[in-house]
Nanobody, 120 residues
């Protein structure tokens, strides 16, 4: 069984910063892709940032230059550093991990979501 625990969301003023964390726990054999998605009220969930096992990253155009995704493979943890936050960044942020438990194939797992609210 896998558990993804997110932390770091909250309320911040425009121009401020937040750092999200997502830790995966369980009998994890290997972790491949790790990503952050977000879903604003009334909108579809969208990819914010992705990091693969080799360290390559990909970002949504709207966050390039402001957000940085990273990972600690030893801790099965991914981070999202968000700087210069804007009101349009307000959303529930979800952690996504593609990983393999010992003896099982790769599967997708999602965190419970953490609210980020940016006031103007």
């Amino acid at each position: 069984q896998v558990q993804l625990v997110e932390s770091g969301g909250g309320l911040v003023q425009a121009g401020g910063s937040l750092r999200l964390s997502c830790a995966a726990s369980g009998s994890i054999s290997s972790t491949s892709h790790m990503a952050w998605y977000r879903q604003a009220t009334g909108k579809q969930r969208e990819l914010v940032a992705l990091i693969i096992s080799g360290g390559n990253t990909n970002y949504a155009d709207s966050v390039k230059g402001r957000f940085t995704i990273s990972r600690d493979n030893a801790k099965n943890t991914t981070y999202l550093q968000m700087n210069n936050l804007k009101p349009e960044d307000t959303a529930v942020y979800y952690c996504y991990v593609l990983l393999r438990l010992t003896g099982y194939p790769y599967r997708n797992y999602w965190g419970q979501g953490t609210q980020v609210t940016v006031s103007s």
